[in-house]
Every structure is written in C-alpha cells, then in structure tokens.
C-alpha cells in the first residue's frame, strides 16, 4: 500500500476512533436523509466556481429541518494545490445562519487534504463566531466511470458564539460515497455519513446520514 493511501486511511479511521472514546458515544441517536445538487463552471484558466443546495431531513430532536445554499470559488495556485472562498446560507428552525469561508487544498494522486475556517453569523448569537474544519479524504477509482470516497473531517470551534464559552472539537465526521457519472458533464453518488456531536454535560449525539448527490458541471 501507498504510504499516502495508508495515512489517509490511518487518519480517517482515527475519526471513528476518536468518536469511539467518547464515554457517552451512541448514548443519543437519530437518522437524518441529506440531498446535494452542485452546478460547476470554469469561469478562466485556474478558476472554478460552484452553487451548492443541499437540504437536510431531520427530525424535530435533532434540530428540525435545514436547507444550506453555499458559492464557492477556488483558484488553483499549483497544480496539486488550490484557495478558495465563498458564501453559505443556512436556513434552520433553530435560527439562521449566514457564514463566509475560506479554504485551502492540496492533493496528491488520490488523496486530497482541505482546511476550511469558516465565520458563522447566527441569527440571536452574541457575536460572530469562527470554526476550522480539517478534511482527508481518499478516492479510489473503480472504473472508467465509477469511484469511492472515503473522508474524514474534523470541527473545531476557535472562537465560541458567546463571550463565556470556549474553544471545543465540535463535531466528528467519517464518510463513504459511491460516485457514477450518469451522463457527459453529470454524476450522481450515494452515501452514509456517520456525524457524531459531542456535548458537554449530555449525551454524545450520534447521526447516520444517508447522502444522495448530483452534481452538474455546466
């Protein structure tokens, strides 16, 4: 095996594990359904730009339902290494939130590493608060038309919503999706995502997420 491949492998095992030594892990649980349509378009040589819907199915317990709308655009710098930034939108029961972010990636050969810092402004928070997001993620190709991608993803909240809070992993992410291009220029994917939220004072909350995608470059 790569040693690349292992490591990506090593560290998104190391989400699950890491969830795992939770004392309360899967003390609380639910099941949510999360559909993503992305349209693509290269706007000049190096610059890609992307509009994501995504709504979420989930219960009342869990939050009730949300739809996130996200744009995005990245530069690549570098072969293997791209910055971008961008604007999302959620729409939430709980109170909505608008958040700017900017990221960085860097691939080689299958694997793929992006840090993401986004600025969250929540409807009734008391100030603008900052989250880092810490993605790996691998892709193996099955055929022409045809892949698996497996990914890891930290949370971590830098900069609490509230003056008396403070800096905390947020969530836990581990992720399978198997992508099929259904046409020139369109692929759809199936999926399971394993979100585990960490709360202090209550139970972990653990979600399992069926994902269905579609994504159109134009």
């Known amino acids: 095996m790569p040693r ?22 899967a003390a609380d649980e639910d099941t ?14 190096g610059l890609e730009g992307s509009f994501e819907l995504s709504p979420r ?12 709308t996200t744009a995005l655009l990245d530069y690549r710098i570098a072969p293997s290494v791209t910055l971008g930034g961008g604007v999302a939108y959620l729409e939430n029961s709980g109170g909505d939130e608008l958040r700017t972010l900017q990221q960085f990636s860097v691939s080689a050969g299958r694997l793929s590493f992006r840090t993401r810092l986004e600025e969250r402004f929540v409807e009734g928070a008391e100030r603008m608060e900052m989250r880092l997001r810490q993605r790996v ?6 055929d022409e038309d045809t892949a698996l991608t497996a990914a890891g993803e930290v949370f971590g909240t830098v900069r609490p919503r509230s003056p008396d809070g403070e800096a905390r992993v947020e969530q836990w992410r581990a992720s399978l999706l ?19 939220a960490p709360r202090k004072g209550a139970p972990d909350r653990l979600s399992h997420v069926p994902q269905v995608t579609l994504a159109w470059r134009i």
Not at 137 to 142: D, G, K, N, V
């Open 137 to 142: 993620q691998i892709t193996f190709p099955l």
């Open 57 to 68: 199915l989930r219960s009342d317990e869990a939050g009730g339902e949300q739809l996130l």
């Open 178 to 196: 198997l992508r099929r291009g259904l046409a020139p220029g369109l692929a759809g994917g199936l999926g399971y995502l394993l979100v585990v």
């Open 4 to 25: 690349t491949t292992g490591y990506a492998l090593i560290c998104i095992a190391g989400v699950l594990l890491a969830a795992a030594a939770s004392p309360a892990f």
């Open 32 to 45: 949510q359904l999360w559909t993503t349509v992305t349209a693509m378009h290269t706007l000049a040589q």
